[in-house]
């Protein structure tokens, strides 16, 4: 090994290795360990966002930033420390292929329609009253629900309610930007105008259980809601067995034409884990954004504790050693980039023996 080392430090090699550049040529010999390294070794990081810090920030945002005055969403996304790069890699990535984000939209405001190749979906937070309105149907947004937003669909928001509303976004950015896909446009007026009944495709499809016969092909994401409300009792009545040792009692949304994830590139699970639960530990090569939609606890990633509370948001960076405790019964919202790594026939999971030691615990920045 010595031997091959010297040789690769030799001047003749370095020389040579340098004689390339100009010609926009690379030497493999040189590149080949961490360019095909022997597992993933995302630049991602383990993160966490406290809900204090992103409320207070949507807050101030509140002021300065408005829909009408820039034409835009008031939308905040979450910047991995470890994705520092701006093109292609890096730039509003939570993880190396998701973008997150908060949004926060005030009673009387309209966010304009746009459409664009990158899938959206929404996880809602906090408030009710709001519409988002995607290819003419005003779909109404309660604490709990998630969306689909397909990509190429036009889609912008309305809150014709009294209380502000802040949801979670997710979207395949950085993939979509990494792959040259991306196109954008805005709809020729600011918002679109109601095209179609209210809430029409949670009506059809009963809210994903079961398709409606006129729509014989499979589409993508035909199903705009899932309301909080079914979610929660398909947790209720899974929670009545064993739980999963990896997550729990966890659901994951479904596209009830296709019967694939409700997302095409993203995959979107609500998990419980009941107080007390704590998971076996586990990795896998796609990376996980978490949302605490209720309850507290503390994933373990890496070693490193983070805890978690209401609100919060948690990532896993691709094939980072993690578990779970709850130290209350815990609602987890969580969009994972499964779908992207099962594409590419990637996916991966490994088991690990017992739980790990703790040897560090993460502090979070508050505001
Ligand atoms: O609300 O349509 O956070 O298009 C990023 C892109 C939100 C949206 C984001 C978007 C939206």
Request: with cysteine; aromatic share 12%.
């Amino acid at each position: 090994m010595a031997e091959k080392n010297d040789f690769f430090q030799s001047q003749t090699v370095l020389d040579f290795n340098k004689s390339l550049e100009p010609f926009h040529l690379g030497p493999l010999w040189h590149a080949i360990p961490e360019l095909m390294h022997k597992q993933p070794t995302p630049q991602a990081v383990p993160y966490l966002w406290k809900w204090e810090t992103l409320y207070a920030k949507l807050m101030e945002a509140k002021d300065i930033f408005t829909p009408e005055r820039g034409g835009e969403r008031r939308a905040i996304y979450l910047q991995n420390p470890g994705l520092t790069g701006r093109q292609p890699w890096g730039w509003a990535s939570t993880t190396q292929t998701l973008y997150a984000a908060v949004q926060l939209i005030l009673p009387g405001e309209t966010a304009p329609s746009h459409r664009h190749t990158q899938s959206a979906l929404r996880f809602i937070m906090k408030g009710e009253g709001a519409y988002s309105i995607v290819q003419g149907e005003r779909i109404f947004m309660e604490e709990g629900d998630f969306l689909t937003t397909p990509k190429g669909l036009w889609h912008g928001h309305g809150h014709p309610g009294d209380k502000p509303m802040i949801w979670m976004d997710c979207l395949d950015i950085p993939t979509i930007y990494a792959i040259g896909g991306t196109f954008f446009e805005h709809y020729p007026e600011t918002i679109e105008q109601p095209q179609a009944p209210d809430n029409y495709s949670s009506h059809r499809y009963a809210g994903g259980m079961v398709r409606p016969i006129s729509d014989r092909r499979p589409q993508a994401a035909p199903l705009g809601s899932y309301k909080w409300a079914q979610t929660l009792a398909a947790l209720d009545g899974l929670s009545q067995y064993e739980p999963d040792p990896y997550d729990g009692y966890a659901v994951e949304y479904i596209n009830p034409s296709n019967g694939r994830t409700a997302s095409p590139n993203i995959a979107s699970w609500m998990q419980k884990l009941p107080q007390g639960f704590h998971s076996k530990a586990h990795r896998h090569t796609h990376s996980v954004i978490y949302q605490v939609f209720k309850g507290c606890g503390y994933s373990i990633i890496d070693g490193v504790r983070f805890d978690w509370s209401e609100g919060d948001f948690l990532v896993i960076p691709n094939w980072a050693l993690h578990e779970h405790v709850a130290l209350a019964d815990s609602y987890l919202f969580s969009a994972s980039d499964l779908p992207i790594m099962e594409k590419f026939e990637v996916d991966r999971e490994e088991g690990y023996e017992g739980q790990q030691a703790v040897t560090g615990v993460f502090e979070p920045l508050l505001p």
